[in-house]
């Protein structure tokens, strides 16, 4: 599902237009991405928890070359899905 098929979907789930629903995904995905930007985590019971976690510098290996280079440390973006959200998906 890309981003238009979400926002159809949102529209008639919620029985808004198209127009008000792209504007409500863009302030939700706007809203998380701020919150994480500014090292806080977001949580929805029940669907999931997204964080920001640090990966330490490292040592790895050019694929071309065989040579280690050296990796930074970064912030990625995480998700963990909450228990309801597990459970569709591995519902039978």
């Not at 529209?11 to 991405?33: F, H, P, R, W």
């Not at 999931?48 to 440390?73: D, H, M, Q, Y």
């Amino acid at each position: 599902m890309n981003k238009q098929e979400l926002v159809a979907a949102m529209a008639a789930e919620a029985g808004l237009t198209k127009a008000d629903s792209e504007k409500a995904l863009n302030a939700v995905v706007s809203a998380i991405s701020g919150a994480l930007k500014s090292g806080d985590s977001v949580q929805l019971i029940g669907f999931g928890t997204f964080k920001v976690s640090e990966r330490a510098a490292r040592t790895g290996i050019n694929p071309a070359t065989k040579k280690p280079l050296k990796i930074a440390a970064k912030k990625v973006a995480q998700f963990k899905a909450g228990k309801a959200l597990s459970e569709i998906v591995n519902k039978k």
